[in-house]
Nanobody
Framework: QVQFVESGGGSVQAGGSLRVSCVASGNIPNGYCMGWFRQAPGQEREGVASIDTFYRYTYYADSVKGRFTISQDNSKNTLYLQMNGLKPEDTAVYYC?????????????????????WGQGTQVTVSS
């Protein structure tokens, strides 16, 4: 089973940028959805962005569309989330996860999925 280690979080002011990374313990398989989720204190975990590892189609939550970009580098077994125009409401712990596409039909649905395996997460704090 592939394990994930997230990194790259930090504290920035509103309007700033951060890039968080997720290194997988093995090769990123084709036919999977990979994605970023986040959880703010007292709130449920929500899907932020997902990518089809074969077709490279990307999907975003409405709250981050136009500001965040998800990408993958198979040579480094790494998933990225570039976050620009950060807002205080983006403050959360960010997690990456993966799931076979056939289980959920398409990677847009992955934004609403509940994967079984999570990394430890990386904290992103945006101050106003």
């Amino acid at each position: 089973q592939v394990q994930f280690v997230e990194s790259g979080g930090g504290s920035v002011q509103a309007g700033g940028s951060l890039r968080v990374s997720c290194v997988a313990s093995g090769n990123i398989p084709n036919g999977y959805c990979m994605g970023w989720f986040r959880q703010a204190p007292g709130q449920e975990r929500e899907g932020v962005a997902s990518i089809d590892t074969f077709y490279r189609y990307t999907y975003y939550a409405d709250s981050v569309k136009g500001r965040f970009t998800i990408s993958q580098d198979n040579s480094k077994n790494t998933l990225y989330l570039q976050m620009n125009g950060l807002k205080p409401e983006d403050t959360a712990v960010y997690y990456c996860a993966a799931q076979p596409r056939y289980l959920i039909s398409n990677c847009y649905n992955f934004l609403f999925a509940s994967p079984e395996t999570w990394g430890q997460g990386t904290q992103v704090t945006v101050s106003s």
